[in-house]
């Protein structure tokens, strides 16, 4: 296992390198995007030489020079937040109240706060830029009774200011709702990844990015300016001691709203505004998602920790064990050396310890993966389905392949979880700092919350007291017929003890077992609260379920399992010619058995409401939304994987030691039927 400061020797050799070159990279295109920003703020059709030698003539003043070092601050600091905020596992609240929570979280609500004086930093800019009205807040004005001039408030100035303030709360409002931090990794992967074609292939979508948001941006505040400007306007006049000037038109009415030059000079500011941060984060992304090459081992004894065996066990910095899946799925596929390295033999003892590593993590990583959707389809099927006979075999089936796998050579179980969690995962918490929360399996809603169907409690066994049913039940034939619940037999079997007989589920409590008045009347109290919210329909909005949330949270984190997929298949097939030791032949049984298990894993899983409903295409943001996808490219590479196995085998796959469930759904897969 990786210590501590290897951890910080990768932290800092890669990604804190690649976060600063993005940044690098930022600065050095301020001054371009600068430049365009004055061209179009200057823009002056009928008199384009004048046009031309004043954006020439600003460009080089010292106000914009001073601008630019103010942006150059703004840039650094965004780049820090992507550095600090980033995740390589989306945050996918299940409910609307757990989004609520994310943005109401204090964490958030400081990086609220920092990118408003952020946005009103960048607007000062754009507006000392842009001069004339917009350049400063205070102005010269004539009194109309006594003639005197005195400081007035620049309303256009300030309307500029707020504007930014509006905007960098949208942007930090927008990176939590639709997971701007997080990094997805390119689907179709490539040894030799050039940034510049990303970046050049990226850069209209950003541009139109840009221009939507602000436009969108610009809208919002207008109508929310036109409501409530008044209370900015009146505090900082009466703070600053300037003066209203009356004379003019105010900007919180329809007429002043109603200005074309304004519009426009807002709407190319917020576009620069974005252009800015958006550009930070893409930079960011493109570095940070560039392959890095592990060497699979090594002479020296002191680098053996760096190695690609080594790397892929590593639990606390998820980057690199993202790096080293993608190196792994890189090398399986186009280069021959590396693979000879994983299938050699060391020297003295002659044990396949590099192949060994890699398929015991690898099989780790599916193994897990399956428990965790079978403890899903549990905790679904205890909120009101009867467990079938087919869903019990699907378990034995889950708990013989484990078996089979712990019987193998350096291959452990992975453990099963004793109990289906209840929580959604929080894993939006930088991939640098510290160690993981792992991934929760989602929420589940409870038979017993006030939100669900009466259908379900009587599938459950909750009866109603003026039931002529309520209480012990007398006829035990009556009790024989009822459904036997997949909640009842997982807990007794996580127990250890068997399942209650139903003479011991009918008999009364005992005298010394009734709960007290107090106890009753908490009980009742709490009844009557859970049925009031149950009537309210805002209480009924933010605690309901959303539809995809729990299929999503599943699959956060299935980038990682479909470069395990990928890796795994590609050598086995290239140990067909390539594996001189026949170092895969005593993991071939398992790695096939845990691909069909996690195969019939995923087919029931998508057999779920909500599961295979394709999420809605939103029109344009920074946010990334490949995760919404990622269980259709999950059982897609699946398949792919056993597919690239059984076509190189072909029929020898039948002396491969496995159980006959497993070689008929093999079969499907030989005759292309699947």
């Known amino acids: 296992m990786f210590s501590l400061k290897q951890n910080c020797w990768f932290i800092k050799k890669v990604v804190i390198w690649r976060a600063v070159s993005s940044i690098a990279w930022s600065v050095l295109l301020l001054p371009v995007t600068t430049a365009v920003f004055v061209l179009l703020s200057r823009f002056n059709l009928f008199h384009p030489i004048q046009w031309i030698s004043e954006c020439t003539s600003l460009l080089t003043a010292s106000s914009t020079i001073f601008s630019l070092v103010v942006l150059c601050g703004v840039v650094l600091m965004t780049g820090f937040f992507n550095l600090e905020f980033y995740t ?26 920092v990118y408003c004086t952020m946005g009103m930093l960048v607007m000062w800019c754009a507006s000392v830029t842009i001069g004339g009205r917009y350049s400063t807040l205070g102005t010269p004005c004539r009194q109309s009774e006594s003639g005197e001039f005195v400081t007035c408030l620049n309303e256009y100035h300030l309307f500029l200011l707020l504007a930014g303030a509006f905007m960098g709360y949208s942007h930090s409002f927008l990176g939590v709702v639709q997971n701007m ?49 008044y209370v900015p306007k009146t505090w900082i006049s009466s703070t600053l001691n300037l003066q209203i000037d009356s004379s003019l038109q105010p900007l919180d009415s329809l007429t002043g709203l109603l200005d074309f030059s304004l519009l426009y000079h807002l709407a190319i500011s917020g576009t620069f505004l974005y252009l800015t941060w958006y550009l930070t984060v893409l930079l960011f992304r493109i570095y940070v998602t560039e392959a890095y090459s592990f060497p699979v081992q090594s002479t020296f004894t002191e680098d053996a920790e760096h190695c690609l065996p080594k790397v892929l066990a590593e639990k606390n910095t998820l980057v690199m064990k993202f ?35 890699i398929s015991k993590e ?69 991939s640098v700092g510290g160690v993981h929360s792992s991934l929760t399996a989602p929420f589940t809603s409870d038979a017993d919350s006030p939100f669900s169907s ?33 909640s009842a037999s997982t807990e007794s079997q996580t127990n250890g003890s068997p399942p209650a007989s139903p003479a011991t589920v009918s008999s009364p409590p005992a005298a010394n077992q009734k709960p007290s008045f107090l106890a009753q009347w908490l009980q009742n109290r709490r009844e009557q609260v859970k049925s009031f919210l149950a009537k309210r329909v805002l209480i009924v909005y933010l605690f309901n379920k959303l539809p995809e949330a ?17 890796g795994l298949s590609h050598l086995v ?87 006959s469930e497993h070689r008929k759904r093999l079969q499907q897969f030989l005759e292309f039927k699947e």
């Not at 993608?326 to 396949?352: K, M, N, T």
């Not at 193998?408 to 289906?420: A, C, Q, Y």
Request: hydrophobic letters at 40%.
């Open 573 to 659: 097939a290239a140990s067909f010619s390539e594996d001189q030791f026949g170092v895969v032949q005593t993991t071939l049984p398992s790695i096939l058995s845990s691909l069909v298990v996690l195969l019939e894993a995923v087919d029931r899983h998508f057999k779920l409401p909500h599961a295979s409903s394709k999420p809605a295409r939103t029109i344009c943001s920074m946010g990334d939304s490949t995760y919404k996808t990622l269980r259709f490219a999950l059982r897609a590479a699946l398949k792919t994987a056993i597919y690239k196995i059984t076509t190189t085998f072909g029929e020898h796959l039948n002396a491969v030691n496995i159980s």
């Open 550 to 566: 729990s299929s999503q949270a599943l699959f956060a984190d299935s980038q990682a399992h479909i470069w395990a997929l990928q």
């Open 323 to 357: 790096l080293a899946l993608q190196d792994l799925a890189l090398l399986s596929q186009h280069s021959l050396s590396r693979r000879l390295e994983v299938f050699s033999l060391s020297q003295p003892g002659g044990h396949p310890h590099n192949w060994n590593a």
């Open 88 to 113: 390589l596992v989306p945050s996918i609240p299940c409910s609307r109240v757990a989004l609520l929570g994310t943005v109401l979280h204090p964490r958030q609500c400081v990086h609220s706060l």
């Open 181 to 229: 931090y997080y990094v997805s990794f390119q689907p179709i992967q490539a040894v030799k990844q050039y940034k510049y074609p990303r970046f050049k292939g990226c850069l209209p979508a950003v541009v139109k990015c840009s221009v939507i948001q602000s436009l969108y941006s610009a809208r919002n505040f207008a109508a929310l300016y036109f409501f409530f400007g």
């Open 454 to 486: 009466p259908a379900i409690r009587r599938l459950v066994g909750q009866q109603d007291p003026q039931s002529p049913w309520f209480g012990t039940v007398q006829s035990p034939h009556v009790m024989r017929r009822g459904p036997k619940l997949w």
């Open 362 to 430: 690898c099989l780790s990583m599916l193994s897990e993966l399956t428990h965790r959707l079978v403890a899903h389809q549990d905790a679904v099927a205890s909120n009101g389905r009867v467990k079938s006979q087919s869903a019990s075999s699907d378990t034995r089936s889950v708990s013989s392949s484990s078996s089979v796998m712990s019987g193998t050579e350096d291959i452990p179980e992975t453990p099963r979880l004793s109990v289906p969690l209840r929580t959604p995962g929080s894993v939006f918490k930088s």
